[in-house]
C-alpha cells in the first residue's frame, strides 16, 4: 500500500528558506502515471495547491507561488522535495505531499501523506 | 486563474438527510472536477473524480454530478461519519485550484 510522509523543520524563521522533504514507500515515484504534488493548508483555512513534479523533473508551480518556489525528485531515494524561500507568517500551515493520477482524461490526487505543519516565526 | 466557489460554505443537515454542495468554475473545465473530503485532523481524502466517477471503497451514497462550470456533490443519506469539510478541486488547467470548502455540519 502505498504510503507518503512528510518531514522537515516545524519552525522557520520569518526571512528563511522552508524546506520539505516527501518519503513514497509501497510504489515508485517513477510511475508513468504519476506527478507528485504538494499542498498546504493555514490553520482553519482551505486548501492551496503549491506545486507538481514529475520523476524526470518537470514541474508546475501555482503561479502566486512562482518565485519562491523550487521542486525537486530524488529517484533513487524514493523521494520528492519542496524548498519555499523568503518566508513569512502567511507561510505557517500544514503541509501536505501526495500522489497525482495523471491519467488520459482525468487527473486528481489520490492518495496524501498526513501532512507536517510548519511555523513561520522569530 | 480558474477560480473555484463552493456553495454553502456551511450547513447543518441531521442523519439520513439528503445533502446537496455545489461547485462553480469560473470557466468550462468540462469534466475534470474532483471531490474531497476532509476530517479535522487527517489529510483530506479522494471521494470522486472526473465529475461523476466514484473512487474506490467509497459509499455508494456519494454521487457527483455535472459538467462545464457547475458541478454538485450529493450525499444521498448523511451519516455521522460524513460530517467533514468537502473541497472540489479542478484539473483542467495546469495550475490546479480548490473551492474554498463546505463543512457539513450536525443539527
Known amino acids: 500500500q502505498l504510503q507518503l510522509q512528510e518531514s522537515g523543520p516545524g519552525l522557520v524563521k520569518p526571512s528563511e528558506t522552508l524546506s520539505l522533504i516527501c518519503t513514497v514507500s509501497?510504489?515508485?515515484?517513477?510511475?508513468?502515471?504519476?506527478?507528485w504534488g504538494w499542498i498546504r493548508q493555514p490553520p482553519g483555512k482551505g486548501l492551496e495547491w503549491i506545486g507538481s513534479?514529475?520523476?524526470?523533473?518537470?514541474?508546475y508551480y501555482n503561479p502566486s507561488l512562482k518565485s519562491r518556489v523550487t521542486m525537486s525528485v530524488d529517484t533513487p531515494k524514493n523521494q520528492f522535495s519542496l524548498t519555499l524561500s523568503s518566508v513569512t507568517a502567511a507561510d505557517t500551515a500544514m503541509y501536505y505531499c501526495?500522489?497525482?493520477?495523471?491519467?488520459?482524461?482525468?487527473?486528481?490526487?489520490?492518495?496524501w501523506g498526513q501532512g507536517t505543519l510548519v511555523t513561520v516565526s522569530s | 486563474d480558474i477560480q473555484m466557489t463552493q456553495s454553502p460554505s456551511s450547513l447543518s443537515a441531521s442523519v439520513g438527510d439528503r445533502v446537496t454542495i455545489t461547485c462553480r468554475a469560473s470557466?468550462?473545465?468540462?469534466?475534470?472536477l474532483n471531490w474531497y473530503q476532509q476530517k479535522p485532523g487527517k489529510a483530506p481524502k479522494l471521494l470522486i473524480h472526473?465529475?461523476?466517477s466514484l473512487q474506490s471503497g467509497v459509499p455508494s451514497r456519494f454521487s457527483g454530478s455535472g459538467s462545464g462550470t457547475d458541478f454538485t456533490l450529493t450525499i444521498s443519506s448523511l451519516q455521522p461519519e460524513d460530517f467533514a469539510t468537502y473541497y472540489c478541486?479542478?484539473?483542467?488547467?495546469?495550475?490546479?485550484?480548490f473551492g474554498g470548502g463546505t463543512k457539513v455540519e450536525i443539527k
Open positions: 501526495a500522489r497525482y493520477y495523471h491519467g488520459l482524461e482525468e487527473y486528481y490526487f489520490d492518495s
Open positions: 509501497g510504489g515508485s515515484i517513477s510511475s508513468n502515471s504519476y506527478y
Open positions: 513534479i514529475y520523476y524526470s523533473g518537470s514541474t
Open positions: 470557466q468550462s473545465i468540462t469534466s475534470y
Open positions: 472526473a465529475a461523476s
Open positions: 478541486q479542478q484539473s483542467y488547467s495546469t495550475a490546479l485550484t
